[in-house]
């Protein structure tokens, strides 16, 4: 069997007839719940493959591997009893002053590093990939022969996509966590706000962190997933897709920009710092959850609509 013929009949779905899915009987399934049979099969199709892909679990192991460089290198710094360098800040450098004294600081520290450039990166290539390798590979066409159309396999792409910006961001968390946890102390957290919170509470907030994160990069995602409608190269979406990538981050740090940094969908990226606060900080989360959204609605949109009018040749 070719690439395309199995790459289509696991999208299709098992259990189906020509008449359309069967039920646990071996009856015909209404057409209502025929169509939710092909979209959640559509669904669980894509999230199985894009995990499976090795270039996805390259990409998932060099995000696990950032909180572990970070750890070994705060524990070889700090080993002679001197102090990380970094000072001031509520980002990234503060998160290290304070991963010594509590293995929890490595999850935001880790979090804060990757955010700007290794998750964003991993995303684009997930999404600049979405459609466009389809076609380069050949399977798009026959992906479309099955009764999903066009929108569905719109929607099941960009729901991976999301489902690997959840598990990457967690990937960083967990794995910081488990190299705190090893090479420092754990115990209560101190907030920027100056209070104490438990341990178990911090937890907590570490994973809202994580989500938060992980909601930061639907913008992208909707973006990636535009480029990968308007080429058939995987290679050339997934690099215009990092490409703009940076020159966004690059117009983000132009004083003289500030007019349109706010609508940048990397500007609020690093907000998540005041969920440590005491009380929550929203302000600038919510306005980055804002912007999240309104990038999805847009970008996700053109998407549909390029994808629904596009020749395929492939």
Same mark, same amino acid.
């Given at each position: 069997m070719s690439r395309a013929e199995a790459g289509a009949e696991a999208r299709a779905g098992a259990g189906a007839t020509a008449a359309g899915p069967v039920g646990p009987v !071996? +009856? /015909?399934l209404p057409d209502r719940e025929r169509r939710l049979w092909w979209t959640f099969g559509l669904l669980r199709s894509e999230v199985t493959t894009t995990f499976r892909r090795w270039r996805t679990l390259a990409l998932l192991g060099v995000l696990a591997a950032v909180p572990v460089l970070i750890g070994?290198?705060?524990? @070889?710094?700090? +080993?002679?009893g001197g102090g990380t360098g970094g000072g001031g800040g509520a980002h990234g450098p503060a998160f290290l002053t304070q991963i010594?004294?509590?293995g929890l600081f490595l999850v935001f520290a880790a979090l804060a590093a990757t955010l700007p450039v290794f998750l964003p990166m991993a995303v684009g /290539? @997930?999404?600049g990939d979405a459609i466009a390798g389809e076609a380069s590979g050949g399977t798009l066409r026959y992906l479309l022969v099955a009764p999903a159309g #066009?929108? #569905?396999l719109l929607l099941a792409k960009y729901a991976s996509t999301l489902a690997f910006c959840l598990v990457a961001t967690l990937v960083v968390a967990v794995s910081a966590l488990a190299v705190g946890a090893l090479l420092f102390p754990l115990g209560e957290v101190t907030t920027i706000s100056g209070t104490r919170i438990s341990f178990g509470d911090g937890l907590l907030r570490a994973l809202l962190i994580a989500v938060v994160v992980a909601a930061s990069l639907v913008g992208l995602a909707a973006v990636g997933l535009l480029i990968s409608t308007l080429t058939n190269s995987g290679i050339a979406a997934m690099a215009a897709t990092v490409g703009l990538l940076i020159t966004v981050q690059i117009l983000d740090t132009i004083p003289q920009l500030q007019a349109i940094q706010p609508y940048l969908f990397s500007h609020y990226w690093l907000s998540f710092a005041d969920l440590l606060r005491e009380p929550f900080?929203? !302000?600038? @989360?919510g306005r980055n959850l804002g912007l999240q959204a309104l990038y999805a609605a847009v970008f996700g949109s053109a998407a549909w609509a390029r994808f629904t009018a596009k020749d395929i040749n492939a």
């Open positions: !071996g +009856s /015909v070994i290198a705060v524990k @070889i710094e700090t +080993s002679d010594t004294n509590n /290539v @997930i999404a #066009r929108t #569905r900080y929203w !302000g600038d @989360i």
